[in-house]
């Protein structure tokens, strides 16, 4: 079941991107911070304003909320407008010596970014996109912070890097190999892609999203496949948290 919940929040963040460049050294390093401290501090602070220059639009931000009751887990969801609206009410206030908030930018690659976020409340992990000169959050997964109780207790990240690297190399692999069931299998019903694509009349650039069952009938009409000898496919983790992961596929 760990293993389960790894794969499907991995494959909800999951980008296929080129152009590996290290994260110190990019030269949009300071935007890309500016944009995740804008969302944490933000929300610590209640500035509506610094959130809503944050994230985009068309944010997916998913919690892992564990049901008691029964013991599963199901992915919960806050909206762009929520999220902007309980800023602005200042749910999550908090003085400065009190939030504890480090930013750590992951990874960089051709137009998106990986921020881990780390406070007192939350932990999260932040994918942002460059959309139009501008770095944007487009995805989020968070948990618990330090002052709240961790969702898997004496998780050892670790010990999963193998069960997050073969759901990612599964996932791949399925989709070029056209074999819908398979792919099925691997992700999460709430599965959610964002892709960076230009508009052809302006070159301004827009979010595109393919949800799971969209994913698997593209799968079954073939679409993306690709022969065996021309894959090279590889898997990088590039950080795992407490049933959280991001992976560079």
């Not at 909206?79 to 930013?103: C, F, M, N, W």
């Not at 002052?147 to 692999?173: I, Q, S």
Request: charged letters at 25%; proline letters at 3%.
């Amino acid at each position: 079941m760990r293993s389960f919940a790894l794969m499907t929040f991995l494959l909800t963040l999951l980008a296929i991107v080129c152009v590996a460049q290290g994260p110190a050294h990019s030269p949009d390093a300071k935007a890309i911070r500016q944009a995740a401290l804008d969302y944490a501090d933000g929300f610590y602070s209640g500035d509506a304003a610094r959130m809503e220059q944050a994230i985009h639009f068309d944010l997916n931000k998913a919690f892992p909320r564990f049901i008691a009751r029964t013991g599963r887990c199901a992915l919960a969801y806050t909206t762009y407008s929520q999220l902007i609206e309980l800023t602005r009410a200042k749910v999550g206030l908090l003085p400065d010596t009190a939030r504890h908030l480090a930013v750590e930018i992951v990874h960089v690659e051709d137009g998106v970014a990986i921020t881990k976020v780390t406070s007192a409340n939350f932990n999260d992990y932040l994918q942002l996109m460059r959309l139009n000169d501008q770095w944007k959050i487009v995805n989020v997964l968070w948990n618990g912070g330090p002052a709240n109780t961790a969702r898997l207790k004496d998780f050892k990240g670790n010990d999963e890097r193998a069960a997050v690297e073969l759901a990612a190399m599964n996932f791949v692999e399925a989709a070029q190999s056209a074999d819908a069931r398979r792919l099925a299998e691997v992700i999460d019903q709430d599965f959610s892609r964002a892709t960076l694509i230009p508009a052809p009349q302006t070159g301004r650039q827009y979010v595109q999203r393919v949800r799971s069952v969209g994913l698997v009938e593209n799968t079954y009409a073939r679409f993306g496949r690709t022969d065996e000898e021309q894959r090279d496919n590889r898997v990088e983790m590039l950080d795992v948290m407490d049933g959280l992961a991001v992976a560079r596929v």
